[in-house]
């Protein structure tokens, strides 16, 4: 086995991570996800924003600044002046028929291929775009991405590294080539579920924090030391940054304008864009709807259990609360059922696209454990600090 992935990583200072283990008084969330912030009372900022939304945020203004904003883009020759990203999943196709038949623009949707497609997220995307929309799939390289996958899952313990890279450059790169000048999102992520809270009450992110919130500081340029070319890199780059300012792009959170709910984008995109849920709930969770597409993502979840003690159902309770949706009692109760479910569904498909071995993966999960995350009792590994036993 290479010896360089069972090296121990430095998790603490890799990710800035506070030494104690402390949850949020409201919802599972712990400070060990990168970038949160807790205030005096022992409260994440993603609960502080959640109920700044509710309580101040007045939402008929903000659909004003809305029309405003497509006003200013709106084409009317028949042109696209909007790019949405969208895998045909609910979040995307709720902005995506939002823009369309609400508010009268004309989008252009862009998908951004996964690593290894499910039936059912490329189902939810042929619904989706049977249900009225223009849609460009960008498909990289297969050898080329496959080799980005293993040597992300090895070197950064985040097989969705190059998945990430797409989902963020491509949307830039056929606005710049279709001079299309606005890209809207759905939910700015990192106000919406707790990190850097520099853009939560401004509409737009500035390109240039795309490298520190999405590529862990490493940007796909990282590979080119790994035996991966520049022009094997290509599709998963950022375009020009010149080119981006001088088609005047700006990039936008659809959750700025409009309440944001994952639930409530649910319910409506299974009324209007066909969105079908998967029969079974995914690994790691206990919910159906979230995050179907691809058949690595649950490694990418598995592997923030493993680094931050936050995996897959942490999240989803996280959030549900901060909706409204169950309480904290319910939110502790499914972390402890589900949090540390290995992503076995998948599991062969993993080894095989990756070419690795089941010692290989558990070796460079091992390597992700720092001491004061686990801790290792009769041959197991442990949580040092379970949410359930505080
Ligand atoms: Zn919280």
Not at 127 to 149: C, M, Q
Not at 189 to 202: I, Q, T
Not at 205 to 222: A, M, V
Not at 246 to 269: A, H, I, L, S
Request: charged share 25%; with cysteine.
């Amino acid at each position: 086995m290479n010896l360089e992935i069972m090296k121990k990583h430095d998790v603490r200072s890799r990710y800035n991570l506070p030494h104690d283990v402390v949850f949020c008084k409201k919802c599972t969330v712990s400070n060990q996800r990168p970038r949160i912030t807790f205030d005096e009372h022992g409260v994440c900022s993603a609960c502080n924003y959640a109920e700044y939304k509710r309580s101040k945020i007045n939402w008929s203004d903000r659909e004003k600044e809305l029309i405003d904003l497509c006003n200013k883009h709106r084409k009317n020759n028949g042109a696209y002046d909007v790019i949405v990203p969208c895998s045909g999943g609910k979040d995307g196709s709720f902005v995506a028929h939002q823009l369309k038949y609400k508010y009268g623009m004309n989008p252009l949707t862009v998908t951004w291929a996964p690593l290894k497609a499910t039936k059912i997220g490329r189902k939810n995307l042929d619904n989706f775009i049977l249900s009225g929309f223009d849609n460009i799939l960008g498909t990289p390289n297969g050898r080329v991405t496959r080799r980005l996958t293993e040597l992300a899952f090895k070197y950064l313990g985040d097989p969705f590294q190059p998945f990430i890279y797409g989902q963020a450059n491509f949307p830039l790169q056929i606005a710049v080539t279709h001079n299309i000048s606005l890209i809207m999102y759905g939910e700015n992520g990192e106000v919406e579920y707790g990190g850097d809270m520099k853009n939560a009450f401004r509409p737009d992110r500035e390109i240039t924090d795309h490298d520190k919130h999405y590529f862990s500081g490493l940007p796909p340029e990282f590979w080119v030391d790994h035996g991966v070319t520049l022009a094997d890199l290509k599709p998963f780059t950022a375009p020009l940054y010149d080119d981006v300012v001088r088609n005047k792009t700006t990039v936008q959170f659809f959750g700025y304008y409009k309440f944001w709910d994952p639930q409530e984008n649910f319910y409506y995109c299974k009324e209007n864009t066909g969105f079908v849920p998967n029969t079974e709930r995914s690994e790691g969770t206990y919910s159906k709807y979230a995050s179907l597409d691809d058949m690595i993502d649950g490694f990418h979840y598995y592997l923030s259990y493993i680094k931050f003690g936050i995996g897959r159902a942490t999240s989803d309770a996280a959030h549900e609360i901060r909706d409204g949706k169950i309480n904290r009692e319910e939110g502790v109760a499914l972390v402890k059922r589900y949090d540390a479910e290995f992503p076995s569904k998948y599991y062969k498909e993993f080894l095989e696209y990756c070419s690795i071995t089941d010692d290989e993966v558990h070796a460079v999960i091992d390597s992700w454990r720092s001491d004061h995350i686990w801790t290792r009792e009769s041959g197991d590994w442990r949580l040092r600090h379970p949410i359930w036993s505080e």
